[in-house]
C-alpha cells in the first residue's frame, strides 16, 4: 500500500532562516506522482507543486525548492529566508491511481511549520 | 481560478442526527472528493465521485454516504452522526483526464458533533 511519512510533526524557527520540511514515501508503483500543499491558518489547502517520478530535477520556485530523490524515497521541501507569512501546516501527498481515471492523494501526517518574528 | 465552495464553515449538531455536507465546484471537473483531516492523521479519503451519479468507497467510508445529482455538486452525508465523526471535512475536485490532476479543496467544515 501506499505511503506517505513526515517524521517532523512540528518545526519553529526564527524569521530569515532556511527550513527543510521532510517526506518520505512508499509505492509499489513504477510510475506515481508527489504533490505538497500549504493549508494556513484559514483552512483551505493550497496546491504548491506536482513532480512525477520519471522527472528528478530539483525545482525552485522564488524562496521555494523541492528536492525529489527516487533512491531513497524522498521529497523533501525547503524554504529559503523564511517569513512569517510561511506559518502553516504543510502536507506531502503521493498520488495513487483508483477507477476511470481518477486518482486519490495519499497523505502524510503534515508539518505545522511556525516562523516567529 | 478554480473554486470549490463548502456550504458552512463551522457546524455544531446533535448525536444521531442526519447531517448534509454541500461541496460545490465552478470548473467543470469530473472529479470530486470527499476527505476528513484528523490531528496526526493527516487526510483521509472517504469517497469520491468520477461522474454524476456515480460514487465509491474510499478508505473510511463507514458511517457516511454521498450524493452526485449534479456533476458541480457532491454531498456528504452522515446518517446517524456520532461524537466519533467530530472532525475537519474537506472537499476536493479534479479533471477527470489527463495525468494525476492536482486536486482543488474547499476551505473545510469543521463539525462538532456534540
Known amino acids: 500500500a501506499q505511503k506517505v511519512t513526515q517524521a517532523q510533526t512540528e518545526i519553529s524557527v526564527v524569521e530569515k532562516e532556511d527550513v527543510t520540511l521532510d517526506c518520505v514515501y512508499e509505492?509499489?508503483?513504477?510510475?506515481?506522482?508527489l504533490f505538497w500543499y500549504k493549508q494556513p491558518p484559514s483552512g483551505e489547502l493550497v496546491f504548491l507543486i506536482r513532480?512525477?517520478?520519471?522527472?528528478?530535477q530539483n525545482e525552485i520556485s522564488g524562496r521555494y525548492s523541492w528536492n525529489f530523490q527516487k533512491s531513497t524515497s524522498s521529497f523533501n521541501f525547503t524554504i529559503t529566508a523564511s517569513q512569517v507569512v510561511d506559518s502553516a501546516v504543510y502536507f506531502c501527498?503521493?498520488?495513487?491511481?483508483?477507477?476511470?481515471?481518477?486518482?486519490?492523494?495519499?497523505f502524510g501526517q503534515g508539518t505545522r511549520l511556525t516562523i516567529n518574528p | 481560478d478554480v473554486k470549490v465552495t463548502q456550504s458552512s464553515r463551522y457546524l455544531v449538531k446533535r448525536t444521531g442526527e442526519k447531517v448534509f455536507l454541500e461541496c460545490v465546484q465552478d470548473?467543470?471537473?469530473?472529479?470530486m472528493f470527499w476527505y476528513r483531516q484528523d490531528p496526526g492523521l493527516g487526510l483521509r479519503l472517504i469517497y469520491f465521485?468520477?461522474?454524476?451519479?456515480?460514487?465509491e468507497k474510499g478508505d473510511i467510508p463507514e458511517g457516511y454516504s454521498v450524493s452526485r445529482e449534479k456533476k458541480e455538486r457532491f454531498s456528504l452525508i452522515l446518517e446517524s452522526a456520532s461524537t466519533n465523526q467530530t472532525s475537519m471535512y474537506l472537499c476536493?475536485?479534479?479533471?477527470?483526464?489527463?495525468?494525476?490532476?492536482?486536486?482543488?479543496f474547499g476551505d473545510g467544515t469543521r463539525l462538532s458533533i456534540l
Open positions: 470548473m467543470d471537473h469530473e472529479n
Open positions: 501527498a503521493l498520488s495513487e491511481a483508483l477507477i476511470q481515471g481518477a486518482q486519490k492523494l495519499v
Open positions: 476536493a475536485s479534479n479533471l477527470g483526464t489527463g495525468i494525476h490532476q492536482p486536486q482543488h
Open positions: 509505492t509499489r508503483d513504477t510510475t506515481y506522482y
Open positions: 513532480r512525477n517520478s520519471f522527472d528528478e
Open positions: 465521485s468520477y461522474d454524476v451519479k456515480m460514487k
